[in-house]
């Protein structure tokens, strides 16, 4: 392959600036090639060996689709099966910047109180910004029993990742109560190995949330049911807020992204 220095102005071609500009594009070349979907079907997979997953009636009412820009494409996925009122996918890949975006969650039904799983990843040429938890259904400060339920024993596995994937900065008090004690909340620039990294994260995450809820019991207390209700309710109105704040979705029908929440 020809250099591509002598094609670059003067000013570009000394002082290490055709060191920077590789950077660049092969960071280019690394998001162009990266897909989320590699994480998409292990979840697909390794949730059909503990449950039965049938298509939502989003599954059918939503295909793959464009963006109002003509150019983003969304691709949606969504499941029920007995345990989980929505497996839910979102993944969307933009021209712009060289995005790439996955939102995936997990939400039981609310006949468990389990903790809702969320992946959302937003990658571009130079950075990833990344969220992956167990979002705790309800308070941690005054329902230490759900705490002690829930995370006691995956504490290891957040410190293990915490120093792989270290935090990524400050967050607001209001976000702070929707993550649980494991969240994963960092920012890196792309490359191979910090992408193995999540995927093994991912990976590891998954497998907890899943043992979690082939442990889970049915709750037949109307009123822990609806309290659970209102607490995943509570979580949506929140999400639903963020996203409308997040640039990337300035050419989406947020309408459709709302039923993804």
């Not at 697909?44 to 295909?63: A, G, R, V």
């Not at 792989?164 to 209001?174: A, D, F, V």
């Amino acid at each position: 392959m020809e250099s591509l220095s002598p094609m670059l102005p003067h000013s570009l071609s000394t002082n290490g600036s055709t060191d920077v500009i590789g950077k660049r594009l092969r960071s280019s070349v690394e998001v162009s090639a990266f897909s989320y979907q590699k994480f998409v079907h292990f979840a697909l997979d390794e949730t059909k060996l503990s449950t039965d997953l049938l298509p939502s009636p989003l599954q059918e009412n939503y295909p793959t689709m464009k963006a109002l820009d003509g150019r983003t494409e969304l691709q949606l996925l969504s499941f029920q099966a007995p345990k989980i009122r929505l497996l839910r996918s979102l993944s969307i890949v933009g021209s712009e910047a060289m995005q790439v975006v996955l939102d995936f969650a997990v939400f039981p039904k609310p006949e468990f109180d389990l903790p809702i799983f969320c992946a959302n990843f937003f990658t571009t040429a130079s950075i990833n910004i990344i969220v992956l938890d167990l979002n705790p259904l309800h308070d941690l400060i005054s329902r230490g029993d759900y705490k002690e339920k829930y995370y006691k024993k995956l504490l290891p596995l957040g410190l293990k990742y915490a120093e792989l994937l270290p935090w990524g900065g400050k967050l607001t008090s209001e976000s702070l109560r929707f993550f649980s004690p494991i969240v994963i909340w960092t920012k890196f620039a792309p490359s191979h190995y910090k992408h193995s990294i999540l995927y093994s994260a991912f990976v590891d995450y998954y497998k907890a949330w899943l043992d979690l809820m082939d442990q889970a019991t049915i709750e037949t207390d109307p009123s822990r049911i609806l309290c659970n209700r209102e607490a995943q309710h509570r979580y949506l109105t929140w999400r639903k807020e963020k996203v409308s704040h997040f640039y990337l979705f300035s050419e989406l029908p947020i309408s459709v992204l709302s039923i993804f929440m």
